[in-house]
């Protein structure tokens, strides 16, 4: 029996093992060209950093290059410069030391020529000379029998003069004997202070028209610096205060400008009477008092003959003045003592023993004080009764009207004082407007 053969094909197994190690071959040549591409990017990366590298140090050799082009061109335009100052400084030597010789030749000749003229000059003043000669001894002829002349006339006028002079002599001594005498009666001279005196007394207190100049005189000890210090609001001790104590404190005049600059006061404290080697009369010219717009005449215990001397010339001047007397409270406390005051009475009996107290010290003070002026054949005058603790309290107050509403109890003159000071001030800052 014959076989039939199948004819021979392609195997599908075969075929699909085929196609799946193509794919696997392609994928790797893949894998190998992506690895590939991604050293040659790396590569490139490298490569063109290296070429930035290149170019930025390219750029800055070229940066320095044109800097030390710049140097270069620099130093060679300081060179050409200075090479141009060097010539023109060698062509204005060359200059000058043309123009010196040329100026020397001339000064030369110049000399020569007036040399020459000097000579002939000589010779003429040698001829007017021996002219003159003959004319001055003419004139001194006639000049000796001026003088002669003259001499005759001043021997007669030396005498009428010597006359004269016996006759000044003669009122001087009367003058003088006559100003002896009012001294010795208690007589005072009337000293005027010259304008140059005023004005240096005026820059010696730092005068200011637009200020009001009040200075506080009177015995040494009498409370003077207490009572500026009350004035400007201060305690005795406080910041700025004026120097107290037991003893004159005050040696040289002291200025005070008031802290407030409502009230436009300055204050002086002056050296106290006695403590100065001058007498009484020449107190108020010696300390330059007749340039003060107003003074306050202190005293304490008694009225001075310096008081006394103040006020009449303060009348002289026109200067207002305000008398006042100090530590009131301390003299009240004395005459309630004197009155058995005992510390531990009710406070109703001790309000009616300062009461009294202190209305026998106002009646004892104004009449002490009126006393004093007729004396001194001055008009009378108000005197201000205060106490430095109570007018202290007055002065810290804002304003006047604040004082007016809260007045205190043992308030004597204080309010009316510092007003009157005020007002004073104002009105005479008025005038001068």
């Known amino acids: 029996m014959g076989c039939s053969k199948r004819p021979k094909g392609p195997n599908p197994a075969d075929e699909e093992i085929k196609k799946r190690r193509d794919a696997e071959a392609a994928a790797e040549q893949a894998r190998k060209d992506a690895k590939a591409a991604e050293e040659r990017i790396a590569e490139l990366n490298r490569l063109n950093q290296k070429i930035q590298e290149e170019a930025r140090a390219a750029e800055q050799a070229a940066k320095e290059a044109a800097a030390a082009s710049e140097a270069q061109a620099r130093r060679e335009r300081e060179a050409q410069a200075e090479a141009k100052r060097a010539a023109d400084e060698a062509r204005s030597q060359a200059e000058a030391a043309a123009r010196t010789a040329s100026e020397e030749a001339k000064k030369q000749a110049a000399q020569a020529e007036e040399e020459r003229k000097r000579t002939a000059a000589v010779q003429e003043q040698a001829r007017r000379d021996a002219?003159?000669?003959?004319?001055?001894?003419?004139?001194?002829?006639?000049?000796?029998?001026?003088?002669?002349?003259?001499?005759?006339?001043?021997?007669?006028?030396?005498?009428?003069?010597?006359?004269?002079?016996?006759?000044?002599?003669?009122?001087?001594?009367?003058?003088?004997?006559?100003?002896?005498?009012?001294?010795?009666?208690?007589?005072?001279?009337?000293?005027?202070?010259?304008?140059?005196?005023?004005?240096?007394a005026k820059?010696?207190?730092?005068?200011?028209?637009?200020?009001?100049?009040?200075?506080?005189?009177?015995?040494?000890?009498?409370?003077?610096?207490?009572?500026?210090?009350?004035f400007r609001g201060l305690r005795n001790k406080g910041i700025g205060a004026a120097a107290t104590g037991v003893t004159e404190t005050t040696l040289v005049m002291a200025r005070y400008p008031h802290p407030n600059a409502e009230y436009p006061l300055v204050l002086y404290d002056f050296p106290g009477a006695g403590t100065l080697k001058i007498p009484d009369w020449q107190y108020f010219n010696d300390q330059g008092l007749f340039v003060f717009d107003s003074i306050i005449v202190l005293f304490d215990n008694r009225f001075t003959m310096t008081d006394?001397?103040?006020?009449?010339?303060?009348?002289?001047?026109?200067?207002?003045?305000?008398?006042?007397?100090?530590?009131?409270?301390?003299?009240?406390?004395?005459?309630?003592?004197?009155?058995?005051?005992?510390?531990?009475?009710?406070?109703?009996?001790?309000?009616?023993?300062?009461?009294?107290?202190?209305?026998?010290?106002?009646?004892?003070?104004?009449?002490?004080?009126?006393?004093?002026?007729?004396?001194?054949?001055?008009?009378?005058?108000?005197?201000?009764?205060?106490?430095?603790?109570?007018?202290?309290?007055?002065?810290?107050n804002t304003t006047i009207f604040d004082v007016l509403a809260r007045r205190q109890p043992k308030t004597i003159d204080e309010i009316e004082l510092l007003s009157d000071m005020i007002r004073e001030a104002q009105i005479r800052r008025g005038h001068r407007d």
């Not at 003069?161 to 100003?179: C, D, G, L, P, T």
């Not at 009001?212 to 040494?220: E, K, L, N, V």
């Open 203 to 230: 820059r010696r207190v730092q005068y200011r028209e637009d200020l009001f100049h009040i200075a506080i005189a009177g015995i040494a000890g009498g409370g003077k610096s207490s009572l500026i210090n009350a």
């Open 308 to 396: 006394i001397a103040i006020l009449t010339n303060c009348r002289r001047f026109k200067i207002p003045t305000y008398i006042v007397r100090s530590k009131a409270d301390q003299h009240i406390r004395n005459i309630m003592e004197d009155m058995g005051y005992d510390s531990d009475d009710d406070s109703s009996k001790v309000k009616k023993l300062y009461q009294a107290a202190q209305q026998q010290f106002i009646q004892q003070t104004r009449q002490s004080v009126k006393d004093n002026l007729q004396n001194a054949n001055i008009p009378d005058q108000r005197v201000y009764i205060v106490s430095n603790k109570t007018m202290l309290d007055v002065a810290s």
């Open 131 to 200: 002219q003159a000669a003959q004319e001055q001894a003419k004139k001194l002829r006639e000049a000796a029998d001026e003088e002669k002349r003259k001499a005759t006339a001043a021997q007669e006028a030396a005498n009428a003069s010597k006359k004269v002079a016996e006759e000044q002599v003669k009122v001087a001594n009367a003058a003088k004997e006559e100003a002896e005498r009012k001294l010795r009666e208690g007589i005072q001279p009337v000293v005027t202070p010259t304008p140059e005196e005023v004005s240096a």
